[in-house]
């Protein structure tokens, strides 16, 4: 029952009290006076307009991740380069899958995994990086191919296992912070296979 009043109601029982507080989200309803607005639709029409310029934010995003690594081949990796190349693949792993990229989000969180969880940032493996960037590249490039799912699927199933592998040997030393980083297989393993 709405009350206008601001005080809690407060039912007294044998064993316990029930202390109902006001309701104050009222106030925050904002009634329209054109009932067939819909914010939602809003919402969505204003993101189909902003659609065609998605591809030139994303390439824009591709070019800063390659900066990020030419800077790493050049100067290898220190807390710099290293945080420019992070910060720039999970720039791309938060926009990719709104920008109409989602094959593009799992190959970037998974490059942001292995700068993320490796414990010697020297010990990382340029050539695992460059396949990572070459991937969201090639990705982000080859968008409109109708095969595009079923390759970006085995690229991104194969850059996962090797940059697991890779965090697993490198964190062998410590097992908790194994345990809490290493993510489960995507299909169940049966039978050692």
């Not at 992070?86 to 109409?100: N, V």
Request: hydrophobic fraction near 40%; aromatic fraction near 4%; proline fraction near 6%.
């Amino acid at each position: 029952m709405a009350r206008d009043d601001d005080t809690p109601t407060v039912k007294t029982y044998a064993d316990h009290e029930v202390i109902t507080p006001p309701d104050r989200l009222r106030s925050a309803v904002v009634r329209l006076a054109d009932a067939t607005d819909d914010p939602v639709a809003r919402a969505e029409a204003a993101l189909a307009e902003l659609a065609d310029e998605f591809t030139d934010w994303m390439h824009a995003e591709c070019e800063r991740l390659e900066a990020a690594r030419q800077d790493v081949k050049r100067d290898g990796f220190n807390k710099t380069t290293h945080d420019a190349l992070f910060r720039a693949a999970h720039d791309i792993k938060g926009e990719a899958a709104t920008f109409g990229y989602p094959a593009v989000d799992v190959v970037a969180a998974s490059l942001c995994r292995l700068l993320e969880h490796t414990p010697d940032i020297s010990r990382i493996p340029l050539a695992l990086v460059e396949q990572h960037v070459d991937a969201v590249r090639a990705m982000v490039r080859e968008q409109a191919r109708s095969d595009l799912a079923g390759v970006a699927n085995a690229l991104t199933r194969r850059l996962r296992e090797v940059t697991e592998d890779f965090l697993r040997a490198e964190n062998n030393g410590r097992p908790e912070y194994l345990d809490s980083i290493v993510t489960p297989p995507l299909a169940p393993v049966t039978n050692g296979t």
